[in-house]
């Protein structure tokens, strides 16, 4: 993949809270992303991985802690300026089926970055050249592989030019043969400078492509540090009997 | 007198019908297509509002959506153009003078908007909610993400419940009559009522019948086509096309 991150910013989540009701989903989740790195983040079901994702962009709003884009707090911007500057990738995809791809990716182009007709398609064509799917600008979304829809809304997010992208769970819905071109896609992303949070349940993508491994259980993050040592070397009981059941 | 020659008498007395045409063409049909289309419109652009007060989270935007589809949707038709009708007429008398057309184009459009707006709001609720979340993580605010993304798949979704009540709509606009009509006004069922009376046969108003069906049939297969186009996509985008092998060239 050419080098395609321009901007990539460091991440830093401090202290983070959310609670649904009186349930406490986040009790004060810390995690610290440099500028180009790659944080995975695993952890058993209901751990609060996909709402840490959401906490970080503001899809849900933190009620307590700090985020620093760029070093830069931004829990007091407007939260839809904020997602512009930070991609995100779904579990289920979740591209727009009454547009073809090529519409997937310049809606936003156009409409939030008022880039031209003509300029927006050109943008996403650039994009869908680098997840090799430009044959299928006009395609519809449902027309595609469960693999390739997934590199679409990868190559949605890069073309808005993020600083930081979240993965949440993006290859689990995903039939087994399709996993390996998506995780390959967003390796090479990593490789070429991305700043990534990617919750996921892959760990021999953990394992190889991530720069620090958090396990995150109960809401909060247990332990964390590069992978060979969380992977051989755990310390916490808890993430030892987690990654007994998961290797 | 056999069966056949009755049925003949009352249903097919083709002089009848030949003499009420020009006149159910020329002013029975533009009159109701007029009725129909002002109401269609009105009633959609109402039933819009409604169905996005009704999904609010706003309480007291939510609950006046509830309480007008109740009453609208639990009224007769008739009593509504009645009490429209005639009860605002006095008012609106000073603005458009004795004319029904106006206040019968609003009674019709009140009551299709009780309608379109649970058409609309069953199609919006079941978009899924990461389509909302997806353009809310690209920076759209909850607004724009609702008008790009959320209402155009919703819409979709429910045309053919929505043709439905554009049907019922033009079968309705028939209704305006209690209302009144000068000769000049008169639509398709009141020409054909009229006729048949003069003529002490139901031919004209047989005529009246195919010329609805005229109307309401082709709309029904012509939004099973948009939907299907709709569900299939457009064919591919010959410019799109064009800048993808551009390269190639």
């Known amino acids: 993949m050419p080098t395609i991150v321009e901007s990539a910013a460091s991440l830093e989540l401090t202290g983070i809270e959310l609670a649904f009701g009186k349930n406490k989903v986040l009790r004060g989740v810390d995690l610290a992303v440099p500028a180009g790195s790659t944080a995975c983040v695993i952890g058993p079901s209901g751990s609060g991985k996909s709402t840490l994702l959401r906490a970080t962009n503001r899809l849900l709003e933190p009620a307590a802690g700090d985020i620093k884009l760029g070093g830069e707090s931004v829990l007091k911007s407007n939260p839809d300026e904020l997602r512009r500057r930070i991609g995100m990738v779904f579990q289920h995809f979740n591209l727009f089926p009454h547009k073809s791809v090529l519409d997937n990716i310049t809606l936003p182009l156009r409409k939030l970055k008022k880039l031209t007709k003509e300029g927006a398609a050109e943008a996403a064509l650039e994009q869908l050249e680098l997840v090799g799917l430009k044959e299928k600008a006009s395609a519809r979304p449902g027309n595609l592989s469960g693999g390739q829809q997934q590199r679409v809304a990868i190559a949605r997010a890069l073309a808005m030019k993020p600083e930081v992208m979240l993965f949440d769970e993006a290859t689990s819905a995903l039939d087994p043969e399709l996993v390996k071109g998506v995780l390959g896609l967003m390796a090479d992303l990593a490789d070429a400078g991305m700043t990534m949070v990617v919750v996921t349940h892959e760990m021999g993508f953990a394992r190889q492509v991530a720069d620090q491994v958090a396990f995150m259980d109960h809401g909060v993050v247990v332990e964390a540090g590069p992978p060979d040592k969380l992977f051989t070397a755990a310390e916490s009981p808890r993430l030892r009997q987690f990654l007994s059941q998961v290797l | ?249």
């Open chain 2, 1 to 249: 007198m056999d069966i056949w020659s009755t049925l003949n008498d009352t249903f097919l007395d083709w002089e009848s019908m030949k003499a009420v045409l020009p006149e159910m063409l020329k002013v029975g049909l533009v009159n109701t297509l007029i009725l129909a289309a002002a109401s269609v419109v009105l009633g959609t652009v109402l039933g819009m509002i409604v169905a996005v007060m009704g999904l609010s989270r706003r309480r007291w935007l939510r609950w006046p959506a509830k309480v007008y589809t109740d009453i609208f949707r639990g009224l007769p038709a008739i009593l509504t153009i009645l009490l429209i009708g005639q009860g605002l007429s006095p008012i609106t008398r000073h603005w458009w003078g004795p004319n029904p057309y106006p206040l019968g184009i609003l009674a019709l459009s009140l009551i299709a908007a009780a309608y379109i707006g649970e058409i609309f709001r069953s199609g919006i609720q079941s978009v899924e909610k990461g389509q909302l979340e997806a353009a809310r993580a690209l920076g759209f605010g909850y607004s724009m993400g609702m008008r790009l993304v959320v209402i155009p798949q919703g819409v979709r979704r429910v045309l053919p419940a929505l043709v439905n009540q554009f049907i019922a709509l033009i079968k309705e606009s028939s209704l305006v009559y209690f209302l009144g009509l000068l000769a000049s006004q008169r639509e398709l069922f009141r020409i054909g009522q009229d006729a048949a009376a003069t003529n002490g046969n139901l031919s004209p108003l047989l005529l009246a019948g195919i010329f609805y069906l005229i109307i309401t049939v082709p709309l029904t297969h012509l939004v099973n086509w948009f939907d299907k186009r709709l569900r299939e996509g457009r064919p591919a985008d010959l410019e799109v096309e064009e800048l993808v092998h551009a390269d190639h060239r």
